[in-house]
């Protein structure tokens, strides 16, 4: 091995400095990601309290995937909602007790069931949007004009890096895959 040089140690120290650098941004971008995250779930469940308190967030999530992805095979609902079978099946015997869903056979299996909005369902959904769109609205109104097209495209970024699809003009955006 060949002896250092006062060039090799400054680029070493240099890079060692670089590295201690990115770690700090990159701890600095995660406590922010964290921060954020929290007050988005805090908003979320704000506004599933203020409509229906007996709902959890889980089967508010089961609700929003059938509202944006139609009917589904149990076992699909568990694909989209990433739980066991046996989870997503008990969350929709509670959701058809609560009026929210209805489970009918699947005619091309019957041992499959299939999980269908209601009417009360997406009411829900659609009310939880509501609130939940307007404290976001409430609070992106508190922040700096100047701020907003960087919001805009950092949540973007973060968004597609996660492969969550855009919620665009959907009046009942996803919120999860």
Known sequence: MSPRTADDKMSGESSTTADRARAAAGDRVIDAVLTASRLLVAVSARSLNEVEDSLTLP????????????????????????VNPSTAMRMA???ASAGMIDR???P???RESIATLTEAGREVV??????RRDEITAIVE???ADHLDRLVEALESFSAAGGEPS??????PLGWQ
Do not use: C, K, W
């Open 167 to 172: 919620a665009g003009y959907d009046p009942i």
């Open 104 to 106: 009918s056979p699947n």
């Open 108 to 110: 091309e299996n019957r």
């Open 59 to 82: 089967q508010f999530r089961a609700l929003v995937v059938l509202a944006s992805r139609g009917p589904l095979r149990l076992t699909h609902l568990a694909e989209h909602l990433a």
């Open 142 to 144: 508190r922040m700096p």
């Open 93 to 95: 015997e509670r959701l």
């Open 126 to 131: 659609e009310q939880v949007t509501t609130r």
